[in-house]
């Protein structure tokens, strides 16, 4: 069972006989995000993967690719969800919506059991364990994850490319080519997102730097 189906199955025994009487009421798809706005006017938000889609969605040959636009209004939600696992990446961009907007109804009831929202909190410093206001007791140690994420890097005015491979508790090591030193205040941005991260170089090799990043030390 994957994850969004074992979430699936959590919030469908969490909200009980509500759940089967909770429809579609509309559905938008845009080139970067889907939403979904529930009979119960809850609404839920997901990425769209339009990566994902071999050719564009007006083509006939493509038209199983989506939810039936005249019939997706009032539709159950777990029809819906049944997406989840879809090959077709438009309907699991809504399948993970309309399960968004579920878990928000089961906050709303007060059914989270150990789930929590944090706000004003930095994401990755949050899985890092770094997490600021985070409780100790729930900070962890991770080990380096191999990774491949370009980043764009400042240095003393001075703007570089680079690749992020790994990432560490509280740090990255950069491979990239450029005039480096230890100590160096050092911004960076991850091409993907857009977010932004500042850090000093603890390491300098031929073959890239070490950055150990400020806390707090996150913009957008």
Same mark, same amino acid.
């Given at each position: 069972m994957t994850i969004l189906n074992e979430t699936a199955r959590l919030v469908k025994d969490k909200l009980a006989l509500e759940y089967d009487t909770i429809t579609i009421e509309r559905v938008m798809i845009g080139v970067f995000f889907t939403g979904v706005k529930l009979s *119960? =006017? @809850? =609404? =839920?938000?997901s990425y769209t993967l339009v990566k994902e889609v071999p050719?564009? @969605?007006c083509c006939p040959s493509s038209a199983g690719r989506i939810f039936d636009p005249f019939k997706i209004n009032g539709m159950k939600v777990a029809d819906v969800l049944t997406a989840l696992t879809s090959r077709e990446p438009i309907k699991t961009s809504v399948a993970i919506a309309t399960l968004n907007a579920l878990s928000a109804v089961c906050w709303e009831h007060g059914l989270t059991d150990r789930y929590r929202i944090q706000a004003d909190i930095d994401a990755i410093s949050t899985k890092q364990g770094e997490g600021g206001n985070m409780p100790a007791q729930d900070r962890r140690e991770f080990v &380096?994850?191999?990774v491949d994420i370009p980043v764009k890097l400042s240095v003393q005015g001075r703007f570089y490319d =680079?690749?992020?491979? *790994?990432? &560490?508790n509280g740090g990255v090591f950069i491979e990239t080519k450029g005039r480096y030193s230890e100590g160096q205040d050092i911004s960076m941005t991850i091409e993907f997102t857009g977010e932004k991260r500042t850090g000093k170089i603890a390491r300098a090799t031929p073959e890239g730097i070490g950055v150990e990043f400020n806390y707090p030390g996150y913009t957008r």
């Open positions: *119960n =006017g @809850v =609404g =839920g938000v050719q564009a @969605v &380096r994850r191999p =680079g690749l992020i491979k *790994n990432m &560490r």
